[in-house]
């Protein structure tokens, strides 16, 4: 069983915020989508580094309102976000240095 990794939140110019785990890069960007403010027509960047690796994961994400599920608890709200991602080309950016 693969053990879950740290993925640091990473902006265009370099600096680095917020911690995400994941046992996959795609999990760790789906939980950036969903607290970000990208919608469908208009995507965010999402650029994740692996924490110990100097790999940057890259992505594009959104967050959708949708129907919640039909089995939903009763805490749960009719409407909820429901994000998506799309790995994009390159889809990995190795770096020189840290």
């Known amino acids: 069983m693969s053990e879950t990794r740290n ?6 110019k370099g600096n680095e915020s ?6 996959q890069p795609r999990q760790a960007a789906l ?5 970000g403010k ?3 027509k208009k995507p ?3 650029m ?3 924490r110990g690796t100097k790999k940057i994961h890259v992505f594009v994400g959104w967050k ?19 994000p998506f991602v799309k790995k994009q080309k390159p889809g990995i950016i190795k770096l020189e240095t840290v």
């Not at 939980?31 to 607290?35: C, D, F, S």
């Not at 959708?64 to 429901?82: G, L």
């Open 44 to 46: 965010e960047n999402i």
């Open 38 to 40: 990208g919608t469908k």
């Open 48 to 50: 994740l580094r692996e």
């Open 7 to 12: 993925f640091v939140l990473r902006d265009e």
């Open 64 to 82: 959708e309102m949708v129907a919640a599920p039909k089995n939903k608890p009763d805490w749960m709200p009719d409407k909820i976000n429901k």
């Open 31 to 35: 939980k950036v989508a969903n607290r």
């Open 18 to 23: 917020g911690v995400f785990t994941g046992k």
